[in-house]
């Protein structure tokens, strides 16, 4: 699998360290992502719980509460997939997404973009998190969805959303652990909800 050819940069200044996150360029559609082959992601807030078994589900989408905060629990695979669905019955969702940046230099082996829709108001606050002998860790960058009145368009979100930004050595630090990192285990998304109806998310792998 190639890794993407550097033209964009996302930088992350995290105590006094500089991280960059290359990721490839692209054309870009009338909503701001890039055009081409993608897997598209909705999480769909809901009212009501669902009380539907949802494993092993195909579908791409996961539904969460409307209001209040689940995880979404990552499982490393060689593709995208649902594999639980239902965010709502208490043990969260799960989501298969391969290995972002096997070597941790920075360059994603894809991209992920993101926009807020449904009903004006709504927002969302999407963090990922792993563990550590117990201990939970959560990064100290996340992906922050506002749905606004009016056209809603797709921003990049590949460095929030695809690493944990953490100081696990407490030297004042930060380090950056891409998802599946094995400085870290069972990584997830923490994904705190407020009135957001439905948040799109889309990954595209570079050529």
């Keep these: 699998m190639k890794k993407a050819i550097i033209y964009m940069a996302v930088v992350l200044v995290a105590v006094g360290l500089l991280f960059t996150v290359k990721t490839k360029a692209a054309a870009f559609t009338g909503n701001g992502a890039p055009s081409g082959a993608h897997y598209n992601l909705n999480i769909i807030g809901v009212f009501k719980d669902k009380t539907a078994l949802m494993d092993s589900n195909s579908g791409h989408r996961i539904f ?120 870290l285990q069972d990584y997830f998304w923490s994904y705190d909800n407020n009135g957001l109806k439905l948040a799109q998310f889309r990954f595209y792998m570079s050529e």
């Design 64 to 183: 969460v509460p409307l209001t209040g905060k689940i995880k979404i629990n990552l499982l490393p695979g060689t593709g995208f997939a649902v594999l639980d669905a239902n965010g709502t019955d208490g043990n969260g969702a799960t989501f298969s997404l391969p290995n972002p940046d096997p070597d941790n230099d920075g360059v994603t082996t894809y991209t992920v973009w993101a926009r807020a829709l449904g009903k004006p108001g709504g927002t969302s606050t999407t963090t990922p998190c792993a563990y550590l002998d117990g201990v939970e860790y959560c990064s100290t960058s996340n992906v922050v969805l506002v749905r606004e009145k009016g056209k809603s368009s797709f921003t990049n979100v590949t460095s929030q959303l695809l690493y944990v930004y953490v100081d696990l050595d407490g030297d004042g630090v930060e380090e950056r652990y891409p998802l599946f990192d094995p400085a």
